[in-house]
């Protein structure tokens, strides 16, 4: 039965209204469907992000930039002031990945190493962090404790930063992968990196972001930060150098 009279008028007057507001909840509910596939997408891209796992082979093959530096016994680095360059070889791949990451993001501040952490895919430091995890490695089981003891001031020093809390007893078996094995680390670069988590960020070339370690490091001149420096690089670990045969 069809609209007549007031009936028929009151729903000419009406209708354009009720079809503009359909129209809304048309375009409405496709811009939800949107936002729901845009979460789901990002929240996949996330895990998977999490979920990248490292291949040996791979680093490998992708380790040009590194060799040049670390594959060489003895590379001294010019900045911020002169030092050995860090053995990475039998370093935690989780940490290597996170220090990669953190010069990404300028959370620690290199000119170099940011230079090179912007042209890695998440894929790439996941590879290069596997590759160096296991590169040199000897299989050699270390001591709980450092055969080496320190002295009473290097011992009273250790003691008030409570290094062993995190990286452990022999400070190469940290509580957490993503913490840096220390034990055997080059002396001139353990004291160059504590020195850098002193910087506030008004430095935009040198620095480290990071709050634990600034606390730590902030209790101690830097006198006392090279005492331990070079305590902790005497002590035995499974940090290398391995050189290289030949570059590529």
């Known amino acids: 039965m069809g609209l007549t009279g007031a009936g028929y008028n009151h729903f000419q007057r009406l209708g354009p209204r009720v079809l503009f507001h359909k129209d809304c909840a048309r ?8 936002l729901v596939a845009l979460a789901v997408a990002c929240g996949t891209a996330a895990i998977h992000a999490q979920e990248v796992q490292g291949n040996v082979q791979a680093g490998e093959q992708k ?11 003895g590379y ?6 002169v030092h050995k360059v860090p053995m990475i070889s039998g370093q935690n791949a989780a940490y290597l990945a996170s220090a990669l990451q953190a010069y990404l993001k300028g959370e620690r501040k290199h000119p170099t190493m940011r230079g090179v952490a912007i042209s890695l895919t998440e894929q790439d430091i ?7 995890a296991q590169h040199g ?11 080496r003891q320190p002295d009473a001031r290097v011992a ?24 840096p094995k220390i034990a055997g680390q080059h002396a001139d670069y353990l004291f160059v990196a504590l020195k850098s988590y002193k910087e506030t960020g008004k430095n935009a070339y040198v620095g480290r972001s990071n709050g634990v370690m600034a606390g730590v490091v902030g209790q101690f001149s830097n006198d006392e ?7 902790i690089g005497k002590v035995q670990g499974d ?6 045969p030949r570059f590529r």
């Open 27 to 34: 375009k409405m509910k496709k811009t939800l469907h949107m």
């Open 63 to 73: 380790n040009d930039m590194c060799i040049g530096c670390h594959g060489i016994v």
């Open 76 to 81: 001294q680095s010019s900045f911020p002031e």
């Open 126 to 132: 996941a590879d290069l962090s596997a590759y160096y």
């Open 137 to 147: 490695k000897s299989g050699t089981e270390l001591p709980a404790a450092p055969k």
């Open 156 to 179: 009273a020093l250790l003691q008030k930063g409570a290094c062993v809390s995190c990286h452990g007893d022999n400070f190469a078996k940290p509580i957490d992968p993503s913490y």
């Open 225 to 231: 930060l090279k005492a331990l420096a070079q305590y």
């Open 239 to 244: 940090l290398q150098v391995v050189p290289q």
